[in-house]
């Protein structure tokens, strides 16, 4: 049962990193902020305009048609489905809901985020054996193998010291064609597929995020201590903790939290 809920709430996870994981996403919920509710097409209206810095006045009709359509069929179902927004396709009205992310200023700040490192981070995050793996590589002081790698993962996700190799070899397969590619393209890791090596780098986009949770002036810094790593924490070994440090801040999860 334990390991249902843990799944469940990667699962969770995964989908708010995804969420948020676009500078157009959070542009879209940073609009909505003040707004009690907004139509479609205004929403559509004022996000084109800040795509292209201008007013609305200015912003060409075939653009807010286009802002429009991507609105409604790729970001409104992405956000609705996290609870971050209250969405009536029939009504076309788009409002925020009260989730408790929003009022946190922690959160306020990560929607103001706005380069194109940040979208890899989150990118990156989005999926809970990648978040595993970078904090096991986040551990580790120089490069591991992959088999390693995907061994202390195994043990991790089974929580067992012994694990058996064909779930070993599995996780390897999957590390090679999904996992790893993807962060080496992102250069969240260097992975040699030559030598099959791969180490934590310290992105620009992780870095950031990390900044920003935990700034010395942050109230709830109890909340986000094992967000991204924490610069505010000595940490244990990887295989040793109870809480996965990259995953996304429990308090955000839960709309009724608190």
Do not use: C
């Given at each position: ?141 120089t490069a591991m193998s992959k088999i390693a790698l995907a061994r202390e993962m195994v043990q991790q996700e089974q929580d067992k ?98």
């Amino acid at each position: 049962m334990e390991k249902q809920n843990e799944a469940n709430e990667s699962r969770v996870h995964d989908s708010l990193f995804t969420a948020v994981g676009t500078r157009q996403r959070r542009s879209i919920l940073t609009t909505l902020l003040d707004r009690t509710s907004i139509t479609e097409r205004e929403l559509a209206l004022a996000h084109a305009a800040t795509q292209q810095d201008t007013s609305m006045a200015e912003v060409p009709a075939e653009t807010a048609e286009n802002s429009w359509v991507e609105l409604r069929h790729v970001h409104l179902p992405l956000l609705a489905d996290t609870s971050l927004v209250a969405w009536d396709s029939e009504d076309n009205t788009v409002t925020t809901t009260d989730h408790v992310a929003f009022d946190d200023q922690q959160f306020q700040r990560l929607l103001e985020l706005r380069n194109e490192e940040v979208d890899e981070a989150l990118s990156g995050l989005s999926d809970g054996r990648r978040r595993r793996l970078l904090a096991i590589l986040r551990e580790h002081s120089t490069a591991m193998s992959k088999i390693a790698l995907a061994r202390e993962m195994v043990q991790q996700e089974q929580d067992k010291a012994t694990v058996d190799q064909a779930t070993v070899d599995a996780t390897v397969m999957s590390l090679s064609h999904n996992h790893l590619p993807k962060l080496d393209d992102h250069d969240l890791v260097n992975y040699d597929s030559e030598t099959e090596r791969v180490a934590y780098v310290e992105h620009p986009g992780l870095e950031t995020l990390t900044t920003l949770f935990h700034q010395p002036d942050n109230r709830f810094i109890g909340k986000f201590d094992n967000f991204l790593g924490g610069l505010l924490s000595t940490y244990t070994r990887a295989s040793e903790r109870t809480e996965d440090p990259f995953s996304w801040p429990a308090s955000w999860s839960d709309p009724y939290y608190g």
